[in-house]
Nanobody, 121 residues
Protein backbone atom coordinates (compact mmCIF):
# COMPACT_ATOMS: atom_id res chain seq x y z
CA UNK A 1 0.00 0.00 0.00
CA UNK A 2 1.03 3.58 -0.62
CA UNK A 3 0.17 6.48 1.60
CA UNK A 4 0.86 10.19 1.28
CA UNK A 5 1.03 11.94 4.64
CA UNK A 6 0.94 15.73 4.76
CA UNK A 7 2.00 18.04 7.55
CA UNK A 8 2.50 21.72 8.16
CA UNK A 9 -0.89 23.31 7.65
CA UNK A 10 -2.34 25.78 10.09
CA UNK A 11 -3.41 29.35 10.71
CA UNK A 12 -1.24 32.27 9.67
CA UNK A 13 -1.71 35.98 9.18
CA UNK A 14 -1.60 37.56 5.77
CA UNK A 15 1.99 38.13 4.70
CA UNK A 16 3.19 35.20 6.75
CA UNK A 17 4.82 31.93 5.77
CA UNK A 18 4.02 28.24 6.05
CA UNK A 19 5.83 25.13 4.96
CA UNK A 20 3.94 22.03 3.88
CA UNK A 21 5.58 18.64 3.72
CA UNK A 22 4.42 15.36 2.26
CA UNK A 23 5.99 11.94 2.60
CA UNK A 24 5.09 8.92 0.52
CA UNK A 25 5.31 5.60 2.29
CA UNK A 26 5.30 2.05 0.97
CA UNK A 27 7.63 0.04 -1.21
CA UNK A 28 8.02 2.67 -3.92
CA UNK A 29 10.15 2.18 -6.99
CA UNK A 30 9.63 5.62 -8.47
CA UNK A 31 7.37 8.67 -8.70
CA UNK A 32 7.37 10.69 -11.91
CA UNK A 33 5.85 13.85 -10.47
CA UNK A 34 4.82 15.11 -7.06
CA UNK A 35 2.78 18.15 -6.38
CA UNK A 36 0.29 20.13 -4.39
CA UNK A 37 -3.28 20.97 -5.23
CA UNK A 38 -5.74 23.01 -3.23
CA UNK A 39 -9.46 23.33 -2.91
CA UNK A 40 -11.20 26.29 -1.35
CA UNK A 41 -14.84 26.12 -0.23
CA UNK A 42 -17.16 26.21 -3.22
CA UNK A 43 -14.32 26.03 -5.72
CA UNK A 44 -12.73 23.34 -7.85
CA UNK A 45 -9.47 21.73 -6.92
CA UNK A 46 -6.59 23.52 -8.62
CA UNK A 47 -2.92 22.96 -9.17
CA UNK A 48 -0.65 24.87 -6.82
CA UNK A 49 2.72 23.47 -7.85
CA UNK A 50 4.26 20.31 -9.22
CA UNK A 51 7.77 18.99 -9.68
CA UNK A 52 9.10 16.15 -11.78
CA UNK A 53 11.70 13.64 -10.75
CA UNK A 54 14.20 15.60 -12.79
CA UNK A 55 13.38 18.85 -11.00
CA UNK A 56 11.21 20.62 -13.56
CA UNK A 57 8.56 22.73 -11.86
CA UNK A 58 5.14 24.08 -12.72
CA UNK A 59 3.23 26.64 -10.69
CA UNK A 60 -0.29 27.95 -10.69
CA UNK A 61 -0.42 31.56 -11.84
CA UNK A 62 -1.71 32.82 -8.50
CA UNK A 63 1.28 31.51 -6.54
CA UNK A 64 4.16 32.23 -8.89
CA UNK A 65 6.89 34.14 -7.15
CA UNK A 66 5.51 33.37 -3.70
CA UNK A 67 5.58 29.58 -3.39
CA UNK A 68 8.47 27.20 -3.98
CA UNK A 69 8.22 23.46 -4.44
CA UNK A 70 11.05 21.01 -3.86
CA UNK A 71 11.41 17.27 -3.51
CA UNK A 72 13.77 14.63 -2.25
CA UNK A 73 13.67 11.68 -4.63
CA UNK A 74 15.55 9.39 -2.30
CA UNK A 75 13.07 9.99 0.53
CA UNK A 76 9.96 10.35 -1.66
CA UNK A 77 9.09 13.65 -0.06
CA UNK A 78 7.86 16.93 -1.44
CA UNK A 79 7.82 20.31 0.28
CA UNK A 80 5.95 23.51 -0.47
CA UNK A 81 7.37 26.71 0.95
CA UNK A 82 4.64 29.35 1.00
CA UNK A 83 5.63 32.99 1.46
CA UNK A 84 3.65 36.21 1.37
CA UNK A 85 0.46 34.33 2.06
CA UNK A 86 -2.85 35.96 1.20
CA UNK A 87 -6.36 35.29 2.51
CA UNK A 88 -7.23 33.87 -0.90
CA UNK A 89 -4.66 31.13 -0.32
CA UNK A 90 -6.98 29.68 2.30
CA UNK A 91 -7.86 26.14 1.27
CA UNK A 92 -7.31 22.49 1.94
CA UNK A 93 -4.00 21.52 0.37
CA UNK A 94 -3.58 18.04 -1.05
CA UNK A 95 -0.36 16.23 -1.85
CA UNK A 96 -0.33 14.29 -5.11
CA UNK A 97 1.93 11.69 -6.67
CA UNK A 98 1.68 10.76 -10.35
CA UNK A 99 3.47 8.13 -12.37
CA UNK A 100 3.74 6.15 -9.18
CA UNK A 101 5.26 2.69 -9.34
CA UNK A 102 5.04 0.73 -6.11
CA UNK A 103 4.77 -2.83 -4.86
CA UNK A 104 1.19 -4.14 -4.63
CA UNK A 105 -0.21 -0.83 -5.88
CA UNK A 106 -2.09 -0.85 -9.17
CA UNK A 107 -3.01 2.81 -9.46
CA UNK A 108 -0.40 5.13 -10.85
CA UNK A 109 -1.61 8.00 -8.69
CA UNK A 110 -2.02 8.75 -5.01
CA UNK A 111 -3.49 11.58 -2.94
CA UNK A 112 -2.98 12.68 0.60
CA UNK A 113 -5.83 13.35 3.00
CA UNK A 114 -5.34 17.09 2.86
CA UNK A 115 -4.14 19.72 5.29
CA UNK A 116 -5.96 22.96 6.01
CA UNK A 117 -4.25 26.28 5.47
CA UNK A 118 -6.06 29.33 6.78
CA UNK A 119 -4.74 32.83 6.11
CA UNK A 120 -6.35 35.59 8.14
CA UNK A 121 -6.50 39.19 6.98
Amino acid sequence: QVQLVESGGGLVQAGGTLRLSCAASGIIFGIAAMGWYRQAPGKQRELVAAITRGGSTNYGDSVKGRFTISRDNAKNTVTLQMNSLKPEDTAVYYCNAEGLVAQNYRSGEAWGQGTLVTVSS
